[in-house]
């Protein structure tokens, strides 16, 4: 794949081997992210674990201290006063059947999907809608809950979900280029801390193989799991 003169001469700016400490990536990512519009920053984790097994498969939420930066929009299917909850705490989108008939008419704005208990028969005939995208309803990731307002608040306020994907990674972005290199730290270490609070009993050897920051359009700049206190 052919880059870009700006990520080339970025990539050529640091060495690409060396371990950094969280602080110095965090400022070398923020230096390199030059485009003209506000990079979103982003965490990438190589796990030693293995999600071909379920219970090596790691899936939850994170709340980030300094927000996500960014209008997260939020689906909730819920009924009754469960409904009105969930419109009052700034839901996009609120509904039923009449929410699920929008989704399968290709309606998909939102980034997150939230169900009371009693829509999950109705959501999970979205699932071929909603799973690819990674927006299915799942008790694990606190999405199928009675506090939907509790929920919407959260989801607005900062919380984001994590998944391992089939190569053993969990992407998560921390923030904008624009955050205040303290801001993004405190994100960053949010998130490790949850993956290691999160470590699977069966994962063998060492958890946390590697640990990359980018922004969306700069190179990876790789930190020492070390510093953001893993302790393997």
Excluded: C, W
């Amino acid at each position: 794949m052919a880059r870009g003169k700006k990520y080339v001469e970025a990539s050529e700016s640091f060495d690409p081997m060396r371990l950094h400490s969280d602080a110095e990536a965090v400022e070398l990512v923020k230096n390199m992210a030059t485009r003209r519009f506000d990079e979103s920053v982003d965490m990438v984790a190589l796990l030693g674990v293995d999600p071909r097994k379920a219970d090596q498969m790691l899936r939850g939420t994170v709340s980030l201290p300094s927000g996500t930066g960014k209008e997260v929009r939020v689906a909730v299917f819920a009924q009754g006063e469960a409904a009105t909850a969930a419109r009052e705490a700034g839901a996009d989108h609120v509904g039923a059947e009449d929410l699920a008939a929008e989704i399968t008419g290709g309606m998909t704005d939102f980034d997150v999907a939230v169900a009371t208990p009693d829509m999950m028969s109705v959501v999970g005939k979205l699932g071929k809608v909603l799973g690819p995208r990674g927006l299915m309803p799942n008790p694990k990731t606190g999405t199928v809950t009675n506090d939907v307002a509790r929920t919407v608040e959260e989801f607005k306020g900062g919380k984001v979900e994590y998944r391992t994907d089939r190569f053993a990674n969990v992407h998560v972005p921390i923030g904008r280029a624009s955050f205040s290199p303290e801001d993004l730290l405190k994100n960053l270490r949010a998130v490790v801390a949850e993956l290691q609070r999160a470590k699977p009993a069966a994962a063998k050897g060492r958890y946390m193989k590697k640990l990359v920051l980018s922004s969306s359009m700069g190179p990876g700049v790789r930190v020492d799991p070390a510093t953001v206190g893993v302790v393997d």
